[in-house]
């Protein structure tokens, strides 16, 4: 694969700043978006206090949560609120680079968050807002070269 996933990017993220364009303004980085994000960093807690086999840390900005069984999160980890859910593999920096990106997403939109990941679809290659985390970071491409890491899938692959 070459770099053929980034016009789509490219148009993802275009498609997202007209659609953030349509949302009040009162609704972003604001009280209410801020009521969201403690809402979704309690539910984070919540998940990851009931299903977490692993240590749970304090990292980058985010509370980690290790050791949930995968059936507990999409892919490699997800980041609710600011708790990052993952496995037994203990996040590199990269990766928590691009969860603090998610954290910071969930700060601009609050409840809007889950609706609108889920409006920007599973493929994290056509998905604007793991293409703002950063792919590379996100384990979705290879880093420096374009390409999704040998033997991932959309599905599996990243944060």
Known sequence: ???????????????????DRRIPSVLLRSPISRAGYWWGTAVGWMWGSLWSTGPVERRGGLWIFQGMPEWTF???????GGC????????TDAVLRHEAVHKAQWLRYGMLM?????????DPLRN??????????????????????????????GA
Not at 74 to 80: H, I, L, S, Y
Not at 114 to 122: M, N, T
Not at 138 to 150: A, C, D, K, L, T
């Open 1 to 19: 694969m070459s770099d053929d996933w980034r016009p789509a990017a490219e148009r993802a993220l275009d498609h997202g700043r007209r659609l």
């Open 74 to 80: 999409n892919r490699g980890g997800v980041c609710v």
């Open 84 to 91: 990052f859910l993952t496995g037994s593999r203990r996040p």
């Open 114 to 122: 889950p609706v609108l990941y889920l409006i920007a679809g599973r």
């Open 128 to 157: 604007r807002f793991e293409i703002e985390a950063g792919l590379e970071d996100g384990n979705y491409v290879r880093r420096g070269s374009g390409q999704r890491p040998e033997g991932s899938s959309p599905k599996r692959s």
